[in-house]
């Protein structure tokens, strides 16, 4: 059955390019915009829905957290930008309040209790945790963006620049959507051919770090990202709806993958409509694990901060 989405912080940035590529995609049935700034919501969602005569037939409404128990899907990108004299651990705790104020409204609208929270407000494999433990949710009903993002930018980047179709380029980012990513070339391909056999090491390190830092390169140019970051919002969202089966870099709890437990990062995870199936640990070169031990350590750290 076709799904209802609500989006809170649907009338900023990354919400309502979410929403549009949702609407572009043309599989989810509903789609509702909730944000503080109700006027922006009701604003974006009648811009999307004078689209609906060409883009197709979804309901797409401004609402409120009360009025959106129906959801099947509740994803959260309400949350704010660092300020220029901000330490990256003042925004987590800014960032943290507007989530657990957001979590307890999600608690009062009584969602249903199949409902998927997919977060993708940031810090997002710290507030995946919060929300899990929080709401005290299955965890297989809550994940996070991850590194979706950054996995869409290392395979756009690697074609741009070897010119090559991107939709064949296969090169995951895992861990932490953070400083502490890492570019898994291990398994990189493109159209099966392995993508080590044609970047040099120096080409690869160039790359990796250009896809790590293009959050940064986009906000300094527009202030912050939207298109590609909907986009992948939409990819998740889409795997949900018809239960494809698709492996994914999600953010999830992970339970012994590694060696790590109880943080939430990307590994490859299998979505389908009950939300989370399966986190895989699939082989990696050691270097590749020891990244990933690294942002679970990275993660656990900033969880300990954030909990003192
Ligand atoms: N995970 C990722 O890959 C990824 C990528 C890009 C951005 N982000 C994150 O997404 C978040 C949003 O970014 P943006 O560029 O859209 O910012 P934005 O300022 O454009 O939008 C944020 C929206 O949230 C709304 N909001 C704030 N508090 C709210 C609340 N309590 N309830 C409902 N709405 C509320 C604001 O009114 C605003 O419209 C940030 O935390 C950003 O870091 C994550």
């Not at 009338?11 to 995609?25: E, F, H, K, T």
């Not at 969602?45 to 309901?59: I, N, P, R, Y």
């Not at 980012?173 to 056999?197: F, K, R, Y």
């Not at 140019?221 to 709806?241: F, N, P, Q, S, T």
């Amino acid at each position: 059955m076709p799904l209802k989405v609500s989006i809170i912080g649907g009338g900023g940035r990354v919400g309502s390019n979410a929403a549009y590529a949702l609407q572009c995609g043309g599989i989810v049935r509903e789609i509702a915009l909730v944000d503080v700034n109700h006027e922006l919501a009701e604003g974006e969602a009648l811009d999307l829905m004078h689209g609906s005569h060409f883009a197709g037939d979804q309901k797409i409404t401004a609402a409120h957290t009360a009025d959106i128990a129906d959801s099947d899907i509740v994803c959260i990108t309400a949350g704010s930008r660092r300020k220029p004299d901000e330490s990256r651990l003042d925004l987590i705790n800014r960032n943290v309040s507007i989530f657990k104020a957001i979590l307890e409204d999600l608690r009062a609208a009584n969602l249903k209790h199949d409902a998927i929270i997919f977060v993708v407000s940031n810090p997002v494999d710290v507030l995946t945790r919060l929300a899990i433990e929080h709401l005290n949710w299955p965890a297989e009903k809550v994940l996070g963006l991850g590194t979706m993002l950054d996995t869409t930018r290392f395979c756009s980047l690697i074609a741009e620049a070897k010119n090559l179709p991107a939709t064949q380029v296969r090169a995951l980012m895992l861990g932490e959507h953070g400083d502490t990513m890492s570019p898994i070339w291990s398994s990189a391909t493109v159209a099966g051919v392995s993508l080590t056999s044609i970047l040099t090491a120096t080409e690869q390190s160039q790359l990796a770090k250009r896809a790590a830092g293009s959050g940064a390169e986009v906000i300094r140019r527009k202030g912050g990202a939207g298109y590609a970051v909907g986009i992948a919002i939409a990819e998740v969202i889409h795997a949900i709806a018809l239960d494809k089966r698709t492996i994914l870099p999600v953010s999830a709890r992970v339970s012994g993958q590694y060696g790590m437990r109880d943080v939430c990062l990307s590994l490859p995870t299998v979505l389908g409509r009950q939300g989370v199936i399966e986190a895989r640990e699939v082989e990696l070169w050691p270097k590749e694990v020891a990244g990933l031990q690294n942002s679970a350590k990275a993660l656990a750290a900033t969880w300990q901060k954030l909990n003192q």
